[in-house]
């Protein structure tokens, strides 16, 4: 038991929170207020606390010069590496409510009961800045709830207030459908809060040494490992290695030597003191660990390569001006198209790092990022925070859906101010009314009443519109919808497993129905969605 907060402690939670998301990944993911293939809240979280996980790995003896202590320096590494790996708003929040017990407790002498419920406090608030329209009933509700219970405890014993942080967080998420109508209906408290609820009863566990009693896990996902084409270099290695790098010039001259005769595709770009450290080679221990050598490396990633899956659109020429666009794309098709625009294209779920390294690479010192989906805009505005300590000035155009970033794309003039080039992106963006088509992966309750798996599901803007038995009938029923309400031209997107001559026959229907409506169609190889439609 723990009559304050250390530095061993600090990474020994953050080891036994991620082992515990780990475990109910699958649980979380599943808790979707839509019954829609893609629920993905587990995933995010267990990705963005092993971002900082793989942070505190670092030598925590070596403290920073600005006087922390070491459980101070212990939580700022493992707030920075969730910040660089956060994915999705869950992620984003996450990453705010560390920092912003990081912040509270960086200087702190001893981290008893009362400091550690002024920095839950203070966590969130941070999370609550984090989001542009708090919403009640979700992740901020629940640690919020987990700040004033450790306040009313009122004392300095850690464990007590460990106890009641965890205690009222589960309470509160209990209580998370009450207050959301959308949870109500699916029969499902609020992902992210399950996902705190389960750090803090890590943190209980760490200080009390006593496990909360935890529902029993989900099985574990089946998750192919990752792979990925080979852009570059010789066959004869097997992994590429890449990782950011905090070090100084000279040792990073001797780092590119080393690594140099471990492998080849050696690329070291960067300035400030953090670089980006990429290199193909067969022995992983020894990149990462010239790494440690030279410097502190955080956000490793190790991917082993196959011939299985299409190589990405390479990196675009910047602008003259200095402009550049960065899209996040779900689908080899959709990337091609964003790519024929001239843009960044970034892959699905990218982690603040992902798109902040996208920003950098550009060699632009003005950007507009284009999420293309809610819970990649917190990661957006996170790496374009990011950027602009970095000089580079960054504009987030908060596209929902790739359709809205093809109509932005096409208004995009670099001969306007920069200013006002996003401004008439955004306008062109919100111009665009989006839809999507799936299948339901389980019995809800949706705002068009009642679904069973299987029955084909049409949203329009984020909301069940219409509910049908056959997946053409209900595409074509939802284009009628949205051009009811008047419209130019309409942009189908056919997803990966579509029915072939799907899209033909929704603008064969299109071009019946409504004849001065134009119609463009594309592959756009997007999963879980055989059809994405915009409306101009």
């Known amino acids: 038991m723990l009559e304050t907060l250390d530095a061993a402690a600090v990474r020994r939670w953050c080891a036994s929170g991620l082992a515990a998301l780990q475990q109910h990944q699958g649980e979380i993911d599943d808790l979707n207020v839509y019954p829609v293939p893609d629920g993905d809240t587990g995933t995010n979280l267990v990705l963005t606390l092993t971002s900082a996980q793989q942070a505190l790995a670092m030598d925590l003896e070596t403290l920073p010069e600005d006087g922390h202590t070491p459980h101070g320096h212990a939580l700022r590494l493992m707030a920075r590496g969730a910040l660089l790996g956060a994915r999705g708003n869950s992620g984003v929040i996450l990453s705010q409510i560390l920092r912003g017990f990081a912040d509270a407790l960086a200087a702190a002498p001893a981290v008893r009961g009362r400091q550690l419920a002024a920095a839950l406090a203070d966590a969130a608030t941070a999370a609550y800045a984090a989001v542009a329209h708090p919403v009640e009933g979700t992740l901020l509700t629940v640690v919020a709830a987990a700040a004033r219970a450790a306040e009313q405890a009122d004392t ?9 942080a965890a205690g009222g967080a589960a309470r509160a998420l209990a209580r998370t459908p009450e207050q959301l109508p959308a949870l109500a209906r699916a029969g499902v408290v609020d992902a992210g809060g399950r996902g705190l609820c389960l750090l803090l009863d890590a943190l209980v566990e760490v200080v009390t040494g006593e496990s909360p009693a935890r529902p029993a896990p989900a099985p574990p996902a089946v998750r192919p490992p990752a792979t990925a084409v080979r852009e570059t270099g010789s066959p004869a290695y097997a992994y590429e290695v890449q990782y950011l790098l905090d070090a100084t010039d000279e040792a990073v001259a001797r780092l590119r030597g080393e690594l140099d005769g471990l492998g080849d595709s050696l690329v070291i770009v960067g300035d400030g003191g953090t670089w980006n450290v990429h290199v193909h080679v067969n022995d992983v221990g020894a990149a990462v660990e010239a790494g440690v050598v030279a410097g502190r490396p955080h956000r490793i990633t190790v991917t082993r390569f196959a011939d299985q899956v299409a190589p990405a659109a390479p990196l675009p020429t910047p602008l003259p001006d200095g402009r550049a666009a960065v899209v996040v794309a779900t689908g ?14 970034v892959p699905a779920n990218p982690s603040t790092g992902e798109l902040l390294d996208a920003i950098r690479a550009t060699g632009a010192a003005r950007v507009v990022v284009l999420p293309n989906d809610p819970n990649t805009q917190s990661v957006a505005s996170a790496a374009a925070r990011e950027a602009h ?7 987030v155009v908060p596209t929902r859906s790739p359709v809205q970033a093809l109509a932005a794309l096409a208004v995009r003039d670099p001969k306007r101010r920069f200013e006002d080039d996003v401004i008439a992106m955004a306008e062109a963006a919100g111009a665009c009314r989006y839809a999507e088509v799936c299948h339901a992966s389980r019995e809800a309750l949706t705002v068009a009443g009642p679904c069973r798996p299987g029955d084909v599901l049409a949203l329009v803007e984020g909301e069940v519109h219409l509910i049908g038995a056959d997946l053409l009938d209900t595409c074509t029923a939802m284009v009628d919808r949205m051009l009811g309400g008047g419209g130019e031209l309409v942009t189908l997107l056919c997803g990966a497993d579509a029915p072939a001559g799907l899209a033909d026959r929704v603008r064969e229907h299109v071009e019946r129905s409504w004849p001065f409506v134009e119609v463009q169609a594309y592959e756009g190889g997007q999963p879980h969605y055989p059809l994405l439609v915009g409306v101009e």
């Open 389 to 395: 300590r970095l000089g580079v000035k960054v504009s």
């Open 156 to 164: 300095d014993d850690l464990r007590a207030v460990t106890r009641a």
């Open 332 to 345: 080899a098709g959709i990337a091609e198209l964003f790519a024929a625009e001239g843009a960044t294209v």
